[in-house]
């Protein structure tokens, strides 16, 4: 584009549409196209671009409507005329004083309804308590906005001054995006950050790549625990039988205690200082999980031998037990570190979404083979073994 184009192209964007595209840039290509602003508008567009990523300051939109409390209620009217362009968001109109610093937010429903002669400061009432610091991060923010019932709030600094609004639409926006990574690093990769038929296959297989080589790594260690207790399997080839099983159950169970605990610490249920109450918790639900689990484990045995469906042998009822106390100890181990695990990484300013389905289940995959065979030596130690 000529010089003219881009001037009037990138001035007559909306603010908030015009940090969207610029902060994606190169800073050469930035520096550039930022001096084609006029010099209020350069001035709004460093004040947002200065903010760090995923702060307030980002989603923050330096235009709003602000009168004087002094004023009357046709002066704001006409204000509002007159300024109705340079502002998308008039359904709130701010109070501020001579300095800027926020007095009251007021409906223009109020100005709608009253004498235009009335001055503002007797619509004040001061009674307004959701407000957003520049230092807020954008979860913050959701849940100020989730309780709200507001398309906009206002964003002030630390002496609160009044610096620009934040709109639902944008807080929506985030949402979506915070859900969409979220959703995808539980399956067990990295977010794509975009569309999945935008994607570029290369990329595609990149970002799913390492996790899989991660993951497959740590289920070798599943192997190394089978190489161990070769000996076993073989002096007991009916225990093999059972691996997928007691396995499996400890791997969903971690599954969703994960699930359970990522969700709450996002909706900001839980905090890193509640881990000893959910630990408490998920310990009695993992005892008492794995004990119906291992209950029906222990059916099942008794009834296929009984009906003739299989013949675990002489000691069919040791090797109903032996799946009985290994479910219980399987489950309890999963559901403890699949609700400890997010802890731990969040603890380690990581994202707690990372300590995935699939990251879980490895981990208990492992553990859960050594607390199978060892319960099954104890237990058959003497008798098949």
Same mark, same amino acid.
């Given at each position: *584009? ?28 930035? =520096? ?5 602003? %006029?010099?209020?508008?350069?001035? =709004? ?7 760090? =990523? ?5 989603? *923050? ?13 046709? !002066? ?129 297989? =990149? ?18 625990? *089978? ?54 918790? !998920? ?97 058959? %130690?003497?008798?098949?073994?």
């Amino acid at each position: *584009m000529s010089s003219i184009k881009k001037m009037e192209l990138l001035n007559n964007l909306s603010v908030d549409d015009r940090i969207s595209f610029l902060e994606n840039l190169p800073k050469n290509i930035l =520096k550039d196209l930022i001096k084609y602003l %006029n010099k209020e508008e350069k001035c =709004k567009i460093l004040v947002s671009l200065g903010y760090p =990523k995923n702060s307030i300051g980002c989603l *923050m939109i330096p235009s709003y409507l602000a009168v004087q409390k002094t004023w009357s209620v046709q !002066e704001v009217l006409d204000y509002i005329r007159k300024e109705v362009k340079k502002s998308d968001v008039i359904e709130i109109v701010y109070v501020v004083d001579e300095k800027g610093k926020l007095i009251d937010d007021i409906k223009i429903r109020e100005f709608l309804l009253v004498d235009p002669n009335t001055k503002v400061y007797d619509l004040i009432n001061c009674q307004f308590t959701e407000i957003l610091n520049i230092t807020d991060t954008e979860k913050e923010a959701t849940k100020i906005f989730s309780m709200s019932h507001r398309i906009s709030l206002p964003v002030i600094d630390d002496q609160n001054f009044l610096l620009g609004i934040v709109t639902v639409d944008d807080i929506l926006w985030v949402l979506n995006e915070n859900y969409r990574e979220d959703f995808q690093k539980i399956g067990g990769m990295e977010a794509l950050n975009q569309s999945y038929l935008n994607v570029p296959l290369y990329k595609l297989i =990149k970002k799913r790549a390492g996790w899989l080589i991660l993951l497959f790594i740590g289920e070798m260690l599943t192997t190394t625990v *089978m190489q161990k207790f070769s000996s076993v399997i073989e002096r007991a080839v009916v225990l093999a039988l059972f691996i997928p099983l007691v396995v499996s159950s400890g791997g969903n169970s971690g599954s969703q205690a994960a699930s359970l605990i990522i969700q709450a610490m996002a909706l900001g249920e839980v905090k890193i200082k509640d881990w000893w109450i959910v630990m408490k918790r !998920e310990i009695i639900c993992g005892f008492f999980l794995g004990s119906i689990l291992g209950l029906t484990g222990f059916i099942r045995v008794i009834a296929w031998h009984k009906i003739h469906l299989f013949n675990y042998g002489s000691h069919w009822i040791l090797v109903g037990f032996t799946v009985f106390l290994s479910l219980i100890g399987v489950v309890l181990w999963g559901t403890l570190s699949g609700s400890m695990l997010p802890f731990i990484i969040k603890k380690l300013r990581g994202d707690p979404a990372s300590s995935s389905a699939p990251f879980v289940a490895t981990l208990v995959d492992v553990v859960g083979l050594m607390i199978y065979f060892y319960i099954s030596y104890f237990l058959l %130690n003497g008798t098949l073994l």
